[in-house]
Every structure is written in structure tokens, then in C-alpha cells.
């Protein structure tokens, strides 16, 4: 069975820091992940995907991440924070079945001026 | 601009009162979906759509219904609402490679 653990429900860094939000997998074949973002009183935005290929996978807005199988990780970087990056982040995760896609319970990121 | 839309965004039921939530899109895409989003619990699939006329259910189906007679519009109802019902609804589309668009939800209260 897949699912998904993000470490932290919340993360504070100071704004020029670096971002490390912390997504860990389970899954029984390699999966397809993703990285959403969420902002307030809107729905999710794409962030970054991987499904095959490169193992660091570049995003929008600066973010990338990187598919290591041997942890089972999928963590989602950004080199230097922006007040903008604010939002709740989902990692999600998919053996490729529509139906079998499962969110992680999210990360609050919050940037400290 | 091209996306999803929802509507009601907010609504506020009496316990046993039905409503419906509304999605509609317009790129095209084959697959739609409905979850419910909770504090602490993440987004959980209600029902899904592969195409036009066909529905399945996913993980938190009970208490909910779904139609999609036309191609770019997916409708979740509730016949009964109970206050577990409480949550914020969003609704998603894709093309087969899982590039999800959401909508910006629906906050529904049931008292």
C-alpha cells in the first residue's frame, strides 16, 4: 500500500534561507510524486512532478527536488527563501492508478522577515 | 482564463439539508475528481471520473453522490448532510499524466 509522511506540519525559516521540506514515501513499485502548493483560500497548485527520467526534478518558483529511492525520499528544496513562498505544501504520491493517489497531511512554511 | 471553477465558494447547511457542488472545466481533460480537505488529514478522494458518463468512488465515498453528463462538468451532491460533512471541497481535472488543475474550493458547513 502507498503513503506519504511529511516530517513537520510546520517549518519556520528566515527569509534568504534555505528551504528543506521533508517528504518520505511508501510504495510496493517505483511511483510517480509530486510537490503542490497551496496558498490561503486557494485550491492546489503543481509544484514539481517526477515520474521517470532525472532524479532531480526543477519546479516552478524556484523549488526542485530530488527521487531518492534508497530512502524513499522525495524532499523539496528552495536555495533562498522569498516572503512569497508562504503556504502550505502537499507531497503526494501514485503507483499510477487515478484512483490510488494519497496526499501527505501538509507543511506549513513560514517566512520569518 | 483556462482552469477550474467551483461554485457555491461557501455554503452553510442544516444538518439533513442536500445541496450540490458544481465543477466545471474547460481544458478539455478526461479525468475529474472530488476530495474533501481536513485539518491534519490532507486531501481525501470522495469520487472520481475517467470520461464523460462515468463515475467510481474513492476513498471517503459514503454519504456522497456524483454525475458527469457532460464532459467538463463533474457534480458532487449531498442528499443528507451531516455535520461530519464539515470540510472544504475541491475539485480537480487532468489529462492522463496526473498534472492535476484544482479549483479553489468550496467551504461547507454543516450545523
Known amino acids: 500500500a502507498q503513503s506519504v509522511t511529511q516530517l513537520g506540519s510546520h517549518v519556520s525559516v528566515s527569509e534568504g534561507a534555505l528551504v528543506l521540506l521533508r517528504c518520505n514515501y511508501s510504495s510496493s513499485v517505483p511511483p510517480y510524486l509530486f510537490w503542490y502548493v497551496q496558498y490561503p483560500n486557494q485550491g492546489l497548485q503543481l509544484l514539481l512532478k517526477y515520474t521517470t527520467g532525472a532524479t532531480l526534478v526543477k519546479g516552478i518558483n524556484g523549488f526542485e527536488a530530488e527521487f531518492k529511492k534508497s530512502e524513499t525520499s522525495f524532499h523539496l528544496t528552495k536555495p533562498s527563501a522569498h516572503m512569497s513562498d508562504a503556504a502550505e505544501y502537499f507531497c503526494?504520491?501514485?503507483?499510477?492508478?487515478?484512483?490510488?493517489?494519497?496526499f501527505g497531511t501538509g507543511t506549513s512554511l513560514t517566512v520569518i522577515p | 482564463n483556462a482552469g477550474v471553477t467551483q461554485t457555491p465558494k461557501f455554503r452553510v447547511l442544516k444538518t439533513g439539508q442536500s445541496m450540490t457542488l458544481l465543477c466545471a472545466q474547460d481544458m478539455n481533460h478526461e479525468y475529474m475528481y472530488w476530495y474533501r480537505q481536513d485539518p491534519g488529514m490532507g486531501l481525501r478522494l470522495i469520487h472520481y471520473s475517467v470520461g464523460e458518463g462515468t463515475t467510481a468512488k474513492g476513498e471517503v465515498p459514503d454519504g456522497y453522490n456524483v454525475s458527469r453528463l457532460k464532459k467538463q462538468n463533474f457534480l458532487l451532491g449531498l442528499e443528507s448532510a451531516a455535520p461530519s460533512q464539515t470540510s472544504v471541497y475541491f475539485c480537480?481535472?487532468?489529462?492522463?499524466?496526473?498534472?492535476?488543475?484544482f479549483g479553489s474550493g468550496t467551504r461547507l458547513t454543516v450545523v
Open positions: 503526494a504520491v501514485t503507483e499510477g492508478s487515478v484512483n490510488q493517489f494519497y
Open positions: 480537480a481535472s487532468s489529462p492522463q499524466d496526473y498534472g492535476y488543475t
